[in-house]
């Protein structure tokens, strides 16, 4: 599964084909009437640090015009300070 939800927002983890997943999710909601500046999306890496994976993501995201931020650590249910907000 690659979606989570963290915050109250969809999650993508970047590191696990993210961006296949995201491209259908952005689809599916859009044809649903949802806008995509009303999206937030957090993408995930548990790599520590901006990957092509990520940067997939991102691309994707900003070629959409959907708001996302980055979480570039370990995912936990059970977010502390560093959670996106």
Request: aromatic share 10%.
């Amino acid at each position: 599964m690659t979606w989570r939800a963290t915050c109250g927002r969809p999650c993508v983890a970047a590191d696990y084909d993210g961006a296949v997943a995201l491209q259908h999710w952005i689809h599916h909601y859009s044809d649903l009437g949802v806008k995509p500046e009303n999206f937030l999306v957090v993408v995930n890496s548990n790599k520590g640090e901006r990957t092509a994976e990520v940067d997939d993501c991102t691309r994707i995201l900003d070629e959409k015009g959907v708001g996302y931020v980055l979480w570039l650590t370990q995912y936990s249910s059970e977010a502390g300070p560093d959670a996106p907000s």
